[in-house]
């Protein structure tokens, strides 16, 4: 029989086939290549087959098996390279992830790429991926984010925006971290809200799946036997993936994957890849969290260091305070005495004055000057006592009605009004009763002693939560507020006048007394002073 194809013979030209391109010249002289890579598939090939079964040929037969057995296994190995290139770009992103996982110190974006590899096309190619985690005393598996479309539509658009802009795995899940993380946790907060389990239910697939350190591979999930229907239900999948996240011994997490839109089986090789991945994220994951406490330590630090240093401050300034106030007290103590005598024998002098003698208006300057000093000694031991501590338990409404009632008496008929409201029931409170009132009281005698009549002043206090507060406002005009500008100044140094060293006084005993102490400006209507006491005896001790 004439063959028309070439595989009979053991060297052809090139006019004698049309299949071998210009870069395939070897095959003219290899008849045992050109029959593999040309002949089986040529069709002139095929007819000589055919005649050479009409014609009963004895090497037909043979012939038809070798050539079904060739393709057979051209078949298996076209597939086995397809097989070891997906497993090559499988391995490739995974070292692109492991690698990004390997530099990264925040725990978000660590959580960008393993979800963006489990879900993106270019890693894994699943549906949708969620992320629990165990909180800090690893008593409580809960969900913290989820990644994924919710329906047909969506997971479309995020197809068409992969394919359009042609992103690498890294790049892909940086784009998440930056745009779409928050948006993702914010999309499926209701689940992962509902994904919370204790984990001394040891018998809970999740935390089987942990204490095992074994990926589980869930189908029918609604009437599996070993499967929480509250999770089915949450999940809202037939068939997930529970993947353990282990990292030295400690239990990070689980991640729930699945393919809810796609109803693409998961295979085992699926699950030996992402196997694979599970031990780099828990790892990064544990070695973010930490990176992330040991920052929030040194933070702490840093506010106890700035704190401590405030501290050390105020007890110097306390210190100064204290000696000022003893050296004050000494001297007003030596002062007062003799202050008495004068003025009581100006007082005596002055009964046997008649009106129009003329020692009678030297005297009664004396009697005024002598009652002055009194009153500015009276100030100044106030003063002085307030360095004192007198830590008790104290009815705060009977310390501010106190206060009041005595500066009602000395402001009858001066046009400035004193409007009292006092909380009904308040608890008993441990706060300095000696220097709190101090200060209260010499906030309002300063506004009052700038303040131009009509004016008014408010004093009130109010329970709120576990503190009491203690509220003052006036109506002080900002153009008359120089004596006030000592307590928006928490410094004593450059202090002249001695009101505005009480003022500043005031303002340390405050802030180191009370929780809190603010000093608010309204403008065209004066002040607001707002002191808050804490109900806790722990926070109102202070030693």
């Not at 089986?40 to 005649?51: N, S, T």
Request: with cysteine; proline share 4%; aromatic share 6%.
């Amino acid at each position: 029989m004439q063959s028309e194809c070439c595989w009979t013979k053991e060297v052809i030209t090139p006019d004698e086939c049309d299949s071998i391109s210009s870069d395939e010249t070897d095959l003219y002289t290899s008849l045992e290549r050109r029959f593999l890579a040309k002949c089986i598939e040529c069709p002139l090939f095929v007819r000589d087959q055919e005649r050479l079964t009409e014609e009963e040929n004895p090497s037909a037969p043979v012939l038809r098996i070798l050539i079904a057995e060739i393709n057979r296994k051209k078949s298996k190995l076209n597939t086995l390279v397809g097989f070891l290139d997906s497993r090559n770009l499988e391995i490739q992103s995974l070292h692109e992830i492991v690698a990004v996982l390997q530099t990264s110190l925040e725990l978000d974006e660590v959580l960008s790429v393993a979800l963006t590899a489990i879900t993106a096309g270019k890693g894994f190619g699943m549906n949708r991926a969620f992320l629990l985690l165990t909180d800090k005393d690893r008593t409580t598996l809960k969900g913290y984010l989820g990644v994924g479309p919710l329906d047909y539509q969506e997971a479309w658009d995020i197809w068409e925006e992969i394919s359009r802009d042609d992103l690498s795995l890294r790049e892909m899940a940086t784009h998440f971290h930056q745009t779409k993380f928050s948006a993702e946790k914010n999309k499926f907060h209701d689940i992962l809200e509902r994904l919370s389990f204790p984990m001394n239910e040891e018998g809970h697939i999740l935390v089987r799946s942990l204490n095992e350190r074994r990926a589980i591979l869930v189908r029918d999930a609604l009437h599996h036997p070993e499967v929480d229907p509250y999770l089915a239900q949450t999940i809202g999948a037939d068939t997930f993936l529970i993947l353990p996240l282990i990292s030295r011994n400690r239990r990070i997490g689980v991640i729930l994957a699945d393919n809810l839109i796609t109803r693409k089986p998961i295979t085992q090789q699926d699950i030996s890849f992402m196997e694979t991945l599970t031990f780099p994220v828990a790892f990064a994951i544990e070695r973010a969290s930490l990176y992330e406490h040991l920052h929030e330590d040194l933070e702490k630090l840093s506010v106890a260091n700035i704190r401590l240093q405030e501290q050390q401050k105020l007890i110097v300034r306390m210190e100064k305070l204290a000696l000022l106030g003893k050296i004050t007290s000494s001297i007003a103590h030596s002062i007062r005495n003799p202050l008495t005598v004068i003025g009581g024998f100006a007082r005596s002098l002055l009964k046997n004055v008649a009106e129009n003698d003329p020692k009678r208006e030297p005297l009664e300057n004396i009697v005024q000057k002598s009652k002055q000093l009194e009153d500015v000694l009276s100030e100044v031991l106030g003063y002085a006592d307030s360095v004192l501590p007198a830590i008790d338990e104290w009815d705060v409404n009977q310390m501010v009605e106190t206060i009041a009632l005595e500066l009602m008496k000395k402001t009858e008929g001066s046009g400035i009004s004193i409007t009292l409201s006092l909380a009904p029931e308040l608890p008993m409170i441990y706060l300095d009763y000696r220097q709190i009132a101090y200060c209260i009281k010499k906030i309002l005698s300063n506004s009052i002693k700038v303040m131009i009549p009509p004016g008014e002043i408010y004093l009130g206090t109010s329970l709120l939560k576990d503190c009491i507060m203690v509220e003052i406002r006036d109506t002080v005009p900002v153009l008359e507020r120089e004596a006030h500008e000592a307590f928006l100044d928490t410094g004593l140094t450059g202090i002249d006048e001695t009101c505005d060293m009480e003022l500043s006084f005031c303002r340390v005993i405050l802030e180191n007394y009370a929780k809190s102490f603010t000093v608010e400006r309204h403008a065209g209507k004066g002040s607001r002073f707002l002191l808050e006491l804490s109900l806790k005896k722990e926070d109102s001790d202070h030693e």
